[in-house]
């Protein structure tokens, strides 16, 4: 099993992951269909599921056509199933899916939208985090709290630290500036932005992020780090209020 990094739009990821032995496919977030179909085409690969991570078009913008054209099934979060277009098989949080590629399980985390879910694939060590958890980032709230956003994020903190996190867009050097503007003595930062600038230079992905850099690096998983409540002025340990002051600098960075 393997996973290929799909660029579509402007700056949105999906990802195809796909059994090099019978060449069945299934794919993350299509934004779009034509540049998955590009490559289902040139590897011959046979589209079996479409996983959206939630309802935003720039994550199931390809679900119409695909579906059309590859009698393909899609798979999201049951309490989204009338926003997500096509749903045909709708999963719990917490629930463990097999299918004839690769068991899965998925897990709500609520707060960029309230329908939210990451898909994790344990044989392949990789999270599909959508647009909540972004290498350096988190996303925007738009339907949820602070609160609901943290716990989320929280939530994804408890991975195995060598997990592989493959995120919904490439904002990754817009998000390491910010990180740098609170955090800008941290030296693993500075290494990691060292090596998401020689990704860049060569026109590579930055995705996917190792969980464990993340912990390390990412300003958005360490608002429970007492040096940085103060550093944002909070005078008692609350890491939610925190995590508010950070998403509200970042909105207006
Ligand atoms: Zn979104
Ligand atoms: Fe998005």
Partial sequence: MKIKIVKCLTDNYSYIIFNKENLLCAVVDPSEAEPIIEKIEKNNLKLKYIF??????????GNKKLKEKYNCKVVGFEKDKDRIPE????????????NELFECSILHIPGHTSGHICIYIKELKALFTGDTLFSLGCGRIFEGTYE??????????KFPLNTRIYCGHEYTKKNSDFCLSIDSKNSKLINKINEINKNIQNEKPTIPSILED??????????DNMEIQKR??????????????????????
């Fill in 52 to 61: 959206n991570t939630h309802h935003h078009y720039d994550h199931v913008g």
């Fill in 87 to 98: 749903i045909d098989i709708v999963l719990k949080d917490n629930q463990k899916w097999k």
């Fill in 148 to 157: 609901e956003m943290y716990k989320s994020l929280s939530k994804l903190k």
């Fill in 214 to 223: 993340e912990l390390e690096c990412n300003i958005f998983l360490r608002s």
């Fill in 232 to 253: 944002l002025g909070i005078n008692k340990d609350d890491p939610i209020k925190t995590f508010a002051k950070l998403r509200d600098l970042k909105d207006n960075f």
